[in-house]
């Protein structure tokens, strides 16, 4: 969920975000609007804002709610750290929420203090998480030089008019139209100047933002195909999707972490063999410490999974220490970091045994790292005669993605056997 951004930004003066979030979630059904639903313990608004964040080209991000969800809005953005964001009072229809946000750069009536006025403002809806700075860049550069522009997408289904009487009445050829989607970007002047002529009729029941563009100013916008990811989460389906994608992007990279010990170092290594063909892997084999160069490397590069491979009966003292630079990277802040404590049962080490009492100690452990945003599960990995070791290992590797791709909380403190 961290992609990387592109290298310059457009040629523009100043870019600013308008995210309405005013929604009721009508469609989604519940009483929390989606905006607020949480996908992966984190509001929805806060992955929307956070895709805005890491693009360093815009300089403010302006958050609009309905005036019950403000408090709401502004303890997420102080929880999860957002920067450069500013909430604004909704109103009662999308457009008139929209004007509200954009009355900030120029209406002291609005805010404490104007914020700079950007020559071009971009506005996307806060259901939108997954958008990339590639198709912002596009369509602020096509803005820029036409006025206005907005992505689109070839339409799914057919769109037809039904007559008075219930029936067919028309359909529309659809090879010649197209969805509007979001991201759309104005010169800031424009859409001021066409919210401000706007009829109560058009902020009442208007919902295209291109078409004021066109209404009051004559500005013809450039259309920029979208790519797919920019779809709007509108049904409760949506939301398992939204999480789906989630989870799948933090899947991508796992950090194996062992000690020098041969026997824990050679399962670390068939570990990295049988999981590098599925996922990015990195080797770490040292012991922890916070001046790990590597690791501190690893924790920058925004990797959520981490395997402590060990033969101690209960690793309690290494697990903790990696929890504690886990937490002062910042990491779990955002997304749920998977913490795996693979415990080696070794030759050398023939009696080992995990009693009740230990893996009471372990649930309790893992319950308190839970509020820290960190997963923890156990992984017994039976290393003994009786157990061929790369068969074992191969089991391994195979609950190992299990747990990272599913990210189960209610599986914490569990002690899986490969």
């Not at 929209?98 to 806060?126: C, M, R, T, W």
């Amino acid at each position: 969920m961290e992609p990387g951004g592109c290298e310059a930004g457009p040629a523009v003066k100043a870019v600013a975000a308008v995210l309405p979030a005013g929604g009721s979630g009508e469609r989604l059904g519940g009483a929390t609007p989606k905006q607020f639903c949480t996908v992966q313990g984190r509001p929805l608004v806060s992955y929307t804002v956070r895709a805005m964040e890491r693009v360093s080209w815009i300089s403010d991000i302006i958050v609009v709610v309905s005036p019950e969800n403000i408090e709401t809005m502004k303890s997420i953005i102080e929880k999860y750290g957002h920067k450069r964001v500013t909430v604004a009072e909704g109103g009662i229809t999308r457009h008139r929420s929209i004007f509200n946000g954009l009355k900030l750069f120029s209406e002291n009536e609005f805010s404490n203090h104007l914020l700079q006025k950007p020559e071009v403002v971009i506005i996307h809806d806060a259901v939108r998480p997954f958008v990339e700075e590639d198709i912002l860049l596009k369509v602020v550069m096509a803005a820029k030089e036409h006025g206005a522009a907005g992505a689109i997408r070839p339409l799914v289904s057919t769109v037809i008019a039904s007559a008075a009487d219930g029936c067919l009445d028309h359909s529309l050829e659809r090879a010649k139209y197209r969805a509007s989607e979001m991201p759309q970007a104005f010169l800031f002047d424009i859409i001021y100047q066409a919210y401000q002529q706007c009829t109560d009729y058009d902020l009442d029941y208007g919902t295209e933002c291109l078409h004021l563009a066109l209404k009051y100013c004559k500005t013809n916008a450039k259309l920029v195909e979208g790519t797919a990811d920019l779809w709007k989460v509108t049904y409760k389906r949506d939301l398992y999707a939204a999480e789906s994608i989630i989870k799948d992007s933090l899947s991508q990279q796992i950090c194996i972490i062992t000690d020098v010990k041969e026997a824990v170092v050679q399962v670390g290594f068939l570990l990295h063999e049988c999981l590098r063909s599925q996922i990015k892997v990195e080797a770490v084999s040292v012991s922890l410490s916070k001046g790990n160069s590597h690791l501190q490397n690893i924790f920058s590069g925004q990797c959520y999974n981490f395997v402590c491979v060990n033969d101690k009966k209960y690793a309690t003292e290494e697990i903790q220490q990696l929890v504690n630079m886990l937490e002062e990277s910042n990491i779990p802040l955002l997304h749920p970091v998977v913490l795996i404590s693979a415990h080696l049962n070794s030759l050398e080490n023939t009696s080992f045994s995990i009693d009740l009492e230990e893996l009471t100690r372990m649930k309790k452990f893992a319950r308190e790292v839970k509020r820290k945003n960190i997963l923890v599960y156990g992984l017994l990995v039976q290393c003994k005669d009786s157990f061929p070791l790369q068969e074992t290992v191969n089991s391994a590797a195979a609950l190992t993605m299990a747990l990272i791709k599913d990210r189960n909380p209610e599986l914490i403190g569990q002690l899986l056997v490969a």
